[in-house]
Nanobody, 120 residues
């Protein structure tokens, strides 16, 4: 079992930046693929970015070139640096953890979410 706690959300003006953090406890963090997803009111939860245990990254099309995901395996933390924020980035942002060991999948585990609001 993995517990995830996000932080760093808030209100920011268009064009601004925020950095989200997600601290994981309960298992070997370095073995997990970590991800950020977001959900706006009335919409489905969408991929923002993922980072594998080998630090291979993947991004949703709408955030490529503006957001960057990274991880610190000593601090058991995954980050999402968000730049050039737009009003359409407004959503609750969730941290996700999952790993596979042969045929066995652990997770996905989700955090409670952190609100990001982009507005002038």
């Amino acid at each position: 079992q993995v517990q995830l706690v996000e932080s760093g959300g808030g209100l920011v003006q268009p064009g601004g930046s925020l950095r989200l953090s997600c601290v994981a406890t309960g298992d070997i963090f370095s073995m997990y693929t970590m991800g950020w997803y977001r959900q706006a009111p009335g919409k489905q939860r969408d991929l923002v970015a993922t980072i594998t245990s080998a630090s291979i990254t993947n991004y949703g099309d709408s955030v490529k070139g503006r957001f960057a995901i990274s991880r610190d395996n000593v601090k058991n933390t995954v980050y999402l640096q968000m730049n050039s924020l737009k009003p359409e980035d407004t959503a609750v942002y969730y941290c996700r953890a999952q790993r596979s060991l042969g045929p066995v999948t652990y997770g996905p585990y989700w955090g409670q979410g952190t609100q990001v609001t982009v507005s002038s």
